[in-house]
T-cell receptor, first 108, second 113 residues
Framework: GQSLEQPSEVTAVEGAIVQINCTYQTSGFYGLSWYQQHDGGAPTFLSYNGLDGLEETGRFSSFLSRSDSYGYLLLQELQMKDSASYFCAVVGGGKLIFGQGTELSVKP | DGGITQSPKYLFRKEGQNVTLSCEQNLNHDAMYWYRQDPGQGLRLIYY???????QKGDIAEGYSVSREKKESFPLTVTSAQKNPTAFYLCASSLDQSTDTQYFGPGTRLTVL
């Protein structure tokens, strides 16, 4: 089967750095994606790791280690607008399999 | 503007009625997907289509049906066989089946009374 695990909730203060971890068990793995979803809205794509290592896009970075079946999303210089749910998703077999999501709360 | 649209945003139906949710995209994407999201949960794949006139069951296809007669359109029917249909339904598309990036519509919140 396929499964992903990520923390259900994370709280941080404005300006801080937060890391959201994701571990996975799957077959047919091509890569790991991250999506952001604000309450009541649609998920939006943040980043994708097809190879091991770090991908940086502005304040957001994502990391993948295939040997450890592990990845993380790093959010720097947190802003209030970053309060949202963050989902990791395994890419493979022509589809995405999503984790349960991590709800990030950014406090002033 | 290119994008993916779903209508309506909110939908109410009586128990035992079939209901069809609309999903249209003008991104010229080959692949389209339907997900269900329950409160505080992740997205679960209902059906997906990698090309016109072809579609595959996802993880929770029971009680749902789809069609893909046109590249732009991928409607989802929630049938009376679906035991717990009240949920947030999201449609997505991607350039093709191998693309890592999916683009989501705004979603339809279905409530069955």
């Amino acid at each position: 089967g396929q499964s992903l695990e990520q923390p259900s909730e994370v709280t941080a203060v404005e300006g801080a750095i937060v890391q959201i971890n994701c571990t996975y068990q799957t077959s047919g793995f091509y890569g790991l994606s991250w999506y952001q979803q604000h309450d009541g809205g649609a998920p939006t794509f943040l980043s994708y790791n097809g190879l091991d290592g770090l991908e940086e896009t502005g304040r957001f970075s994502s990391f993948l280690s295939r040997s450890d079946s592990y990845g993380y999303l790093l959010l720097q210089e947190l802003q209030m607008k970053d309060s949202a749910s963050y989902f990791c998703a395994v890419v493979g077999g022509g589809k995405l399999i999503f984790g349960q999501g991590t709800e990030l709360s950014v406090k002033p | 503007d290119g994008g993916i649209t779903q209508s309506p945003k909110y939908l109410f139906r009586k128990e035992g009625q079939n209901v069809t949710l609309s999903c249209e995209q003008n991104l010229n994407h080959d692949a389209m997907y339907w997900y269900r999201q329950d409160p505080g949960q992740g997205l679960r794949l209902i059906y997906y289509s990698q090309i016109v006139n072809d579609f595959q069951k996802g993880d929770i296809a029971e009680g749902y049906s789809v069609s893909r007669e046109k590249k732009e359109s991928f409607p989802l029917t929630v049938t009376s066989a679906q035991k717990n249909p009240t949920a947030f339904y999201l449609c997505a598309s991607s350039l093709d089946q191998s693309t890592d990036t999916q683009y989501f519509g705004p979603g339809t919140r279905l409530t069955v009374l």
